[in-house]
Nanobody, 124 residues
């Protein structure tokens, strides 16, 4: 069983930055591929970015490419999402997810464990 706890969300003005963190309890955290998803009110959960177990490979949604950066620290069992140049359309609950599989990283069903989410609100 893996527990994921997100933090770092909040209210920021458009153009600002936030850094989300995800703390994992997994004993073998370095075995997991990790992802960030988001869900706005009334919308489906949307893929944001994924990073493989070693941190050597990343995959970004087009909507955040060039603005968001994912990273991980396997020794600390942490995943980070640096979000710059935030826009009102980035407003959502952001979820951290963990996967042991090799499924398509942009699909929610590829992930085995999810955090509770952290709210990000970007004002215009």
């Amino acid at each position: 069983q893996v527990q994921l706890v997100e933090s770092g969300g909040g209210l920021v003005q458009a153009g600002g930055s936030l850094r989300l963190s995800c703390a994992a309890s997994a004993r073998t955290f370095s075995s997991y591929n990790m992802g960030w998803f988001r869900q706005a009110p009334g919308k489906e959960r949307e893929f944001v970015v994924a990073i493989n177990w070693s941190g050597g490979s990343t995959y970004y949604a087009d909507s955040v490419k060039g603005r968001f950066t994912i990273s991980r620290d396997n020794a600390k069992k942490m995943v980070y999402l640096q979000m710059n140049s935030l826009r009102p359309e980035d407003t959502a609950v952001y979820y951290c997810a963990a996967s042991l599989g090799t499924g398509r990283a942009f699909l929610p069903r590829a992930y085995d464990y999810w955090g509770q989410g952290t709210q990000v609100t970007v004002s215009s």
